[in-house]
T-cell receptor
Framework: EPEVTQTPSHQVTQMGQEVILRCVPISNHLYFYWYRQILGQKVEFLVSFYNNEISEKSEIFDDQFSVERPDGSNFTLKIRSTKLEDSAMYFC?????????FGSGTRLTVV | RKEVEQDPGPFNVPEGATVAFNCTYSNSASQSFFWYRQDCRKEPKLLMSVYSSGNEDGRFTAQLNRASQYISLLIRDSKLSDSATYLCGGDSSYKLIFGSGTRLLVRP
């Protein structure tokens, strides 16, 4: 069964540092997403990406965040100047239409 | 009002029980709805899509009531392995909006 791959599975970073979370979506999917889940809280939408550009972003997705599809397979989320409150599980998802397939996530811990 | 609301539970039921979860949504423009299952510290996994005519898959039945803006999930003959958090999600222009999830505990 096709899957969405995310790396790393766990990232620890110091406050103020930049991190890049990587995702390889399912190859024939056209829509790509990043979601965030703070421990014990709901899964929150961050950004959607289609046709090489951002389709929509939430109010969480401010100037600290950016996404890129640098080549035909990877989809990255960059978080600049990380804060303690950025600690969360970050899920990448991809879909042909709406119901996405999620990757296993990157647990980001900011210390 | 939150876009998608769910009773957080937990629902604690014995094996073999039938259990139902409800989810309400506020965005009447949403066309598609989904139930996802999330195990502890794992990613959400699509359980079922829910359309206006409903959907049944084995022990699971999902129903959509557009007039009342709610979605339900019924699990029959619950198994220990059904213990998880069930997330209700609705599409809203290129994204899924999830509820906070309903936790189900199935006991022996």
């Amino acid at each position: 069964e096709p899957e969405v791959t995310q790396t790393p599975s766990h990232q620890v970073t110091q406050m103020g540092q930049e991190v890049i979370l990587r995702c390889v979506p399912i190859s024939n999917h056209l829509y790509f997403y990043w979601y965030r889940q703070i421990l014990g809280q709901k899964v929150e939408f961050l950004v959607s990406f289609y046709n090489n550009e951002i389709s929509e972003k939430s109010e969480i997705f401010d100037d600290q965040f950016s996404v890129e599809r640098p080549d035909g397979s990877n989809f990255t989320l960059k978080i600049r100047s990380t804060k303690l409150e950025d600690s969360a599980m970050y899920f990448c998802a991809s879909s042909e239409k709406v119901a996405g397939t999620f990757g296993s996530g990157t647990r980001l811990t900011v210390v | 009002r939150k876009e998608v609301e769910q009773d957080p539970g937990p629902f604690n039921v014995p094996e073999g029980a039938t259990v139902a979860f409800n989810c309400t949504y506020s965005n009447s423009a949403s066309q598609s709805f989904f139930w996802y299952r999330q195990d502890c510290r794992k990613e959400p996994k699509l359980l079922m899509s829910v359309y206006s005519s409903g959907n049944e898959d084995g022990r699971f039945t999902a129903q959509l009531n557009r007039a009342s803006q709610y979605i339900s999930l019924l699990i029959r003959d619950s198994k220990l392995s059904d213990s998880a958090t069930y997330l209700c999600g609705g599409d809203s222009s290129y994204k899924l909006i999830f509820g906070s999830g309903t936790r189900l505990l199935v006991r022996p």
